[in-house]
Every structure is written in C-alpha cells, then in structure tokens.
C-alpha cells in the first residue's frame, strides 16, 4: 500500500485546525484584556503622580496640552504639562481652562460626560470623525483641540472676538452661522452655552490621548506644532 502524503491525511488537518483555533482563542483573550488596561481612564492621582496613561484623568483640562515629535516613536504623542526634555510628560505646567486650573475630579468628569452625550445627541459623527469613528464631510476632531487655527494668533479665535480657546470654542459652537470658517458651513444645532462647555472639555481631553500618532501627521498637516 503506497505511503499516503501528510497533506492529505484528514487527520493532520483536523488536528491543526485545532491547534491554530487554540492559540486563536487564548491570543483573542490576551488582547481583550490588554486592550481594557490599556484603554482604561487614569485617575487625578496618576496625573499628580507623573504616571502616564493612554487614556488621562477628566483632570487633564486643568493642565497645558501640547502635540510634540517624539524621536523614539516616530510621531507626534500629547504632551502633558511640559515637556521634561525627553519626549515625556511632566505633568506640572497648568493652564486655565473657563478661568479655572482647579478643576476637581467629579466637576471635570461631569462636563466631560455631558460634552460626551452632547457629541452624540448633536450627531457630531455624521459630519466629522472622533478617533477614528464617524465621516469625513468635516474636519477630524480627534486633535482639534490642538489646532493653531484656534490659538489666539489664528484665525477662529480672533473672529469670536473671545480672549481665550476655549470661549472661542464654545461660542463657535453656539453660533456657527455667525463665523463661517469653511465651504462646507456648521449649521446650527442648538447647542447650550453648558453644552458646548462640556464639548470643549471633551475636545481638550481627547487632544491628551495617546491615539498613536492617530490622525497621521496632524501637526505637519495643521501647522500644530508643539500645539501652538
């Protein structure tokens, strides 16, 4: 009887995919749990500490965000509360955010949580994309909290006649019919004075997550160097 070839054997290939949908599930396990460590909220401790996590406290509005090079991993990562030299957070410089640097844990996570439902209520996703979700009618909103357009030598802040990026912000946001700013106009959505609070809290929070260089070359794209 003629030696019958392993790649033919019923057997062999049972056994592998058995061993391949093995490895498959204990890998898919592995991941899930690493994901949720890794997309898991930091604490206000964490940040007072100098520990740095992908996903910072609500509290993070109370500190200067800035969008810098980082040689070691090849693209622009947050940085929070200056830079100490080396590419890493210091977590030390503040900055006012609606006049305040004090925001407490439960009062950040409030607005940021409010700003969240705003997002959603107002559809925000059917125009523009949040880390990596929703279309591309409008500008990506993933960074836009670090966009220079909004600085107080840009273009947006001064239209709104505000003194600071986060009241231009907001205003913008309650009466966009009064700045057009692009082709493809804002309407108006209704949006609260204390909703577009919360958004913008929203914004700034998610400008100090660790996307990965996520979107892909925003600060040679926007001019968003060191988020000025």
């Keep these: 009887m003629a030696n019958k070839s392993v790649w033919s054997d019923n057997r062999f290939w049972a056994r592998s995919a058995a061993w391949i949908s093995g490895f498959a599930s204990v890998l898919l396990i592995w991941l899930t749990f690493d994901t949720s460590v890794q997309i898991s909220m930091g604490t206000d401790s964490d940040l007072k500490n100098g520990v740095t996590k992908r996903v910072p406290a609500p509290t993070v509005i109370n500190y200067k965000i800035t969008y810098e090079m980082s040689a070691k991993r090849g693209h622009e990562v947050p940085i929070i509360g200056g830079n100490d030299g080396k590419g890493m957070s210091l977590f030390q410089e503040k900055e006012k955010f609606f006049g305040k640097d004090d925001w407490s844990e439960k009062e950040a ?18 125009c523009h994309t949040l880390l990596g979700n929703g279309a591309y009618y409008a500008p990506d909103l993933t960074k836009a909290w670090l966009d220079p357009a909004w600085s107080s030598t840009g273009a947006l802040q001064p239209m709104t006649g505000k003194t600071t990026k986060e009241e231009a912000m907001a205003e913008f946001l309650q009466h966009p019919s009064k700045y057009p700013t692009h082709a493809r106009m804002m309407p108006n959505l209704g949006i609260t004075e204390k909703e577009a609070r919360g958004l913008v809290a929203f914004l700034k929070h998610m400008s100090s997550i660790d996307t990965n260089g996520f979107p892909r070359n925003f600060g040679k794209m926007q001019g968003a160097v060191n988020g000025k």
Excluded: P, R, V, Y
């Design 109 to 126: 996570a409030e607005m940021l949580h409010l700003g969240k439902l705003a997002s959603q209520t107002k559809n925000c996703m059917n």
